[in-house]
């Protein structure tokens, strides 16, 4: 209190007012109570382990020994801007987001459409949509190299009887990744496809009779009621769904291990490949650092259009 | 949903079952094929041209799961760390949660956006440090190590905040006017209220510690302490790194170990539905 | 008085107890128990010849030095991850067994022990009973990091039966790059059995190819060495001046030209087929390709296949140009550096390694035919005992010319140099600009270099 009194008055009184605010009627302190469970779990097992890669981003560490990390200062991140093959995953990372987010939400939502119409068999529908969902990238992984294998698999053979010309899915630079998009999109589907049941099933019948009685055919109704009111629901799936792209690794590592011809390597698996094979975890953490700002950054991008646009605020 | 009944009523319809036809094919076929594999003796895998349909039943990959490893003991230490992971996270997210949507606290959303931003974090880079301060606790091999650092997550906070949001807030006014505290608004009113997106949140963090290899490979160092997943690994690994995987084998894992979380779902399946009808929403 | 000699007498018997309880605890320290990775197998393996003549050695080791235990853990997934983690955390095992591969990332991480300590704590342990080519492999200047178990030089695989088909004799082992190049000429066959030399050739109907090549440094390092070049200078600081030499961009375009100039190895996308048709072994063992670049594991692979015969199989080693030469892969026993602090585990664990090393556990464990013995005389008695001597012979001769991997020799070496190479050849093979891929390339791992010499 003693420094309080040094200070400006217009500090002093903010200050004050904080103190206030903390104490008025209008801050909810329960929630204090409330987030304290994750909150103690989040500074124990996210911040301090990310403030230490944040360390070791500005250091040269490669070994085992913490206290002998050499500090670098900002040398990994002067390397990084030069670095041809990280900027590469980069833009592979970018390419397979905009691919798959846009995709797997507009597909998983028609489905997602169609199971809401109360047809028969929906629950059975609704488990065989899922199993993807819940097996291991190891299986997925095995069973779609062989589907796209350009001589045996299925895929081509379906493709060439309806008369069109084989792919070379996953040998060929150009469909490399459209292939690793098909297959995340394939097991992903359940997932989104619950996401946007549990929206739809939220949205009051009342307006879609109200909309009835007007005279408004399906696709109106579509239109008008289920996508507006279906906002935070795609909000939730795109921002998820943007973060989850940058950080996709398991089906590049098994699948192509960043090939053909590094057309398949994301960033995450650059980063996976320096830090684990290539021991250089100080590297590995500064280009980790930068991958999570560009997400961030995005993020908040996503945030801020939301905001703008007048749609339902997060905050 | 009620649509009233109108001429193309039919025609949709049989386009809606043709779409989930289509759909259910392609997610039906390559599991087909993954039982199909695992009935196959080892090295017959890849034989052209594929076949679908199994052409052998041959159990001896199964056989093999369940006699080389003490599969009883991973099995239970599974189910004791999927349990308690998944009841922590529906706890604890769902708690963060309510207050993050619905209470209004000086630093809530400066600290969501820390909760989020945490999600941005590949996993990987902060695996060390993680074991380290897990190893500085005393919890490797144990079943704390295995549980407690899973037993919370941002994706869950997420997902309930985003379901909590949309409960209308008569509901919550109605309460406190009553005098209900905010521990009994929230365990009466906006839990059960919430059924579908829990069981969401439950079958996902069930689906996640079920089958997660990374953590449990560095935690569990006995056998003892090891996981389904875990101790089915162990049959891919080998020093020498000259062998050949054995993919029917690998297939037969994945098979066993997809369908307790097929049966959860399934049995999670049912509970959406009823949340929904119990929601009082509708 | 009497009360001060009580206490004195107390004192004294005090300090006895501690004396003797000094010495019963040293009694009790001399046991040590050390934990030891890489004398397990996996699951599905249990009960085979190479489990039982561990098992056998973990006993025999217990009989033989009552005071050590051997706890043997189980090799975990992902071996190299979890060891650097373990490393970083002091949960490594005291001893394991090491691709040799990975020695400068743990030398450079300060997590292996140097063993010449051993030599003199442990008088039985000699370094003559090693050969030297796999010796030199954990040598670095005085330091001995680790002890060679076994290994492989790279040679080349051949089905004689091809040989028969194109009715050409087959190789000898002094081969030269024009033998190599005639040779393969004529082992590529069209469905008419006309060869790459016959002007009527048909391009569409290929039923024999000549030679796999593929992208991957490790497989085609050595016809770099065969010309004189060299892809990285000796103290691993620059490959400006190696890589884009003229002796190893000569190499390589021999290499591309077997592909897209001879035709007598099939493109990457006709390898893609056959290894998805059939599995490149079978596709090998019915006569598809006829030879393809490989080390000794590879019979484990090839003998279980459903159509291996012996007289589908042999071996040659690597042609010579300007010179012979093949690169060699091993693998050996390493030391936890902690050990350093602890005499009595430290020794334990040398005479633990010694007895890995020796002759008669060396040559029980050749039955797994993954790799040549580094004991020399287990490997020796390998070939004697050897269900394919001729071959097994023909590896250890090969093994002369064999030169260490520089992933033993530089830190880092498999992602700032292999990978961006094995990247160039991908481009290269699929048609790119070799000066232009080369190029790129020098720059891209000079900077890497640059930086990690820093």
Redesign the interface.
């Known amino acids: 209190m003693a420094s309080t009194t040094q200070l400006p008055t217009r500090t002093a009184k903010s200050r004050k007012s904080?103190w206030q605010?903390?104490w008025s009627s209008?801050?909810?302190?329960?929630?204090?109570l409330?987030?304290l469970?994750?909150?103690t779990?989040?500074i124990?097992?996210?911040?301090?382990?990310?403030g230490?890669?944040l360390f070791l981003s500005f250091t040269?560490w490669?070994?085992?020994?913490?206290y002998?990390a050499p500090w670098v200062g900002l040398?990994n991140y002067e390397?990084m801007m030069?670095?041809?093959?990280f900027w590469n995953a980069m833009q592979n990372s970018a390419y397979y987001t905009l691919l798959s987010v846009p995709l797997g939400m507009a597909i998983s939502l028609?489905?997602a459409v169609?199971?809401?119409?109360?047809?028969r068999?929906?629950?059975f529908?609704?488990?065989?949509?899922?199993?993807?969902?819940?097996?291991?990238w190891?299986?997925?992984s095995?069973?779609?190299i062989?589907?796209l294998?350009?001589?045996?698999?299925?895929l081509n053979y379906l493709l060439t009887s309806i008369g069109l010309p084989s792919v070379?899915w996953l040998?060929d630079p150009s469909t490399a990744m459209p292939s690793i998009v098909i297959i995340a999109i394939?097991k992903g589907?359940?997932?989104q496809m619950?996401?946007w049941l549990?929206g739809l099933?939220?949205v009051?019948?009342v307006l879609?009779?109200a909309a009835?009685i007007d005279g408004a055919n399906?696709w109106q109704k579509f239109r008008s009621i289920t996508i507006p009111l279906l906002a935070?629901?795609s909000f939730?799936l795109f921002v998820?769904g943007v973060?989850g792209s940058?950080?996709v690794?398991s089906p590049v590592y098994v699948i192509t291990g960043g090939?053909?011809?590094?057309a398949t390597d994301v960033a995450?698996h650059r980063?996976?490949?320096?830090?684990?094979?290539?021991?250089?975890?100080g590297y590995?953490?500064a280009q980790?650092w930068v991958?999570?700002s560009i997400?961030?950054v995005l993020?908040l991008v996503q945030f801020w259009v939301r905001r703008r646009r007048g749609e339902e605020t997060l905050? | 949903?009620?649509?009233?009944k109108k001429p193309w009523d039919l025609p949709?319809?049989i386009l809606?079952?043709s779409?989930?036809c289509l759909?259910?094919l392609?997610?039906?076929?390559?599991?087909i094929?993954?039982v199909s594999?695992s009935l196959k003796p080892s090295g017959a895998e890849?034989a052209?041209?594929?076949q679908?349909l199994p052409t052998s039943f041959n159990l001896e990959n199964y056989k093999n799961l369940f006699t080389l490893v003490p599969f009883g003991r991973y099995f239970l230490n599974t189910i004791i760390v999927t349990f308690f992971t998944v009841f922590g996270q529906i706890?604890?997210?769902s708690?963060?949660a309510?207050?993050?949507a619905r209470?209004?606290?000086?630093g809530?959303?400066v600290?969501?956006v820390?909760?989020?931003?945490?999600?941005?974090?590949?996993f990987?880079?902060?695996l060390?440090?993680?074991f380290?301060?897990v190893f500085g606790l005393g919890w490797v091999n144990t079943y704390q190590g295995l549980i407690?650092?899973g037993?919370?997550s941002?994706?869950g906070?997420?997902?309930l905040r985003?379901?909590f949001?949309?409960v209308p807030g008569d509901y919550q006014d109605a309460a406190r006017i009553d005098g209900a505290s905010?521990?009994v608004i929230?365990w009466r009113i906006f839990l059960p209220l919430n059924g579908?997106?829990l069981a969401?949140l439950g079958v996902?963090s069930f689906?996640g510690t079920w089958?997660d290899l990374l953590w449990p490979l560095l935690i569990a160092r006995d056998q003892d302490m090891r996981t389904l997943?875990l101790g089915l690994a162990y049959f891919n690994s080998s020093l020498s790194a000259f062998q050949q995987t054995n993919?029917p084998l690998?297939?037969a894992a994945?098979v066993v170990?997809?369908l307790p979380?097929?049966l959860v779902?399934?049995f999670a399946?049912r509970y959406?539905i009823e949340g929904?009808s119990l929601s009082g929403?509708? | 008085m009497l009360s001060k000699r009580t206490s004195q007498a107390g004192r004294l018997i005090g300090l006895m107890l501690i004396v003797i309880s000094a010495f019963t605890v040293f009694a009790q320290d001399d046991a040590v128990t050390l934990d030891v990775i890489g004398l397990t197998v996996p699951p599905d393996e249990i009960g085979t010849p190479l489990d039982i003549s561990r098992q056998e050695f973990i006993t025999d080791f217990h009989e033989a030095n009552p005071t050590i235990t051997i706890n043997a853990i189980e090799a975990p997934p992902e071996f190299?991850?979890q060891i650097?983690i373990d490393?970083?955390a002091g949960t490594a095992p005291d001893v394991w067994y090491q691709g040799s591969g990975n020695l400068p990332?743990l030398v450079?991480?300060?997590?292996i022990l140097d063993v010449s300590v051993c030599l003199d704590l442990v008088p039985e342990l000699t370094l003559d009973r090693f050969d030297p080519n796999f010796l030199s492999i954990h040598q670095q200047g005085d330091a001995l990091w680790g002890l060679p178990d076994g290994g492989t030089p790279m040679v080349m695989y051949y089905n004689p039966e091809t040989f028969a088909n194109a009715g050409i004799d087959e190789p000898s082992m002094d081969w030269t790059w024009d033998d190599f190049l005639t040779t393969m000429q004529e082992l590529t066959l069209d469905s008419a059995g006309r060869n790459r030399l016959d002007p009527e050739f048909d391009e569409e109907n290929i039923v024999q190819y000549g030679f796999r090549v593929r992208n991957f440094l490790f497989e085609w390092i050595y016809f770099v060495w065969q010309n004189g070049g060299d892809v990285i200078s000796p103290d691993g600081t620059t490959v400006d001046g190696y890589l884009n030499s003229p002796e190893t961009i000569e190499a390589i375009t021999f290499l591309r030209d077997l592909v897209l100039e001879y035709g007598v190895a099939p493109s990457?996308?006709a390898l893609?087929?056959l290894n998805?048709?059939f599995g490149f072994l079978t596709a090998f063992l019915q006569g598809d390709v006829a030879m393809f670049a490989r080390g000794h594991w590879e019979m484990v692979g090839l003998r279980n296949n459903e159509i291996y015969t012996e007289d589908r199989v042999n071996i040659v080693a690597n042609p010579r140009n300007v010179e012979a030469a093949t690169v060699i892969y091993e693998s050996g026993w390493v030391l936890n550096?902690a050990l350093a602090d602890d005499p009595v585990r430290l020794e334990a664990a040398c005479t633990l390694i010694e007895g890995l090393t020796d002759v008669q556990f060396q040559s029980s464990k050749v039955i797994s035919g993954l790799e040549i013995s580094a004991n020399v005389e287990a490997a020796a008695a390998a070939v004697e005992v050897s269900e394919y001597p001729e071959i097994s012979e023909r590896f250890v001769m090969a093994l002369a010319d064999g030169r260490a991997d520089y992933a033993t020799r530089f830190?880092?070496w498999?992602?700032?140099v292999e990978?961006?190479i094995n990247?160039m050849m991908?481009?290269i093979l699929?048609g790119g600009d070799i000066q232009e891929e080369v190029d790129i390339t020098v720059e891209?791992i000079n900077?890497e270099l640059e930086?990690a010499n820093?």
């Open positions: 904080l605010k903390f209008t801050n909810e302190r329960m929630g204090y409330f987030i469970p994750s909150l779990h989040i124990l097992f996210l911040f301090i382990p990310l230490f890669s040269d490669r070994g085992t020994n913490i002998n040398d390397f030069g670095d041809r093959r028609g489905v169609v199971m809401n119409q109360k047809l068999g929906t629950y529908f609704r488990t065989l949509f899922f199993m993807p969902v819940i097996s291991s190891v299986a997925v095995v069973i779609w062989t589907i294998d350009p001589q045996a698999g299925i070379n040998g394939w589907l359940g997932f619950i996401i549990a099933q939220a009051p019948e879609y009779e009835s399906s935070p629901t939730f998820t973060i940058f950080q690794f090939g053909p011809r590094g995450v980063i996976y490949l320096r830090a684990f094979e290539g021991f250089d975890m590995a953490s980790a991958l999570f997400i961030f993020t905050f | 949903m009620i649509y009233e949709l319809k809606g079952y779409i989930l759909v259910a392609a997610m039906i076929v390559p599991f094929w993954m594999t890849f052209y041209p594929p679908i706890i604890i997210c708690m963060a309510y207050a993050f209470l209004k606290f000086i809530r959303d600290l969501f820390l909760y989020l931003a945490t999600m941005m974090i590949p990987q880079i902060i060390i440090p993680l380290l301060i407690i650092p037993i919370s941002v994706f906070i997420f997902l985003q379901a949001m949309s905010e521990f929230y579908p997106a969401t996902f689906m089958t997943e993919w690998v297939m994945a170990l997809m979380v097929l779902y399934i399946q959406f929904i929403v509708k | 190299d991850t650097i490393l970083a990332n450079a991480a300060e997590g990457p996308s893609d087929q998805q048709q550096a830190a880092g498999a992602v700032l990978e961006p990247l991908e481009n699929a891209e900077r930086r820093r």
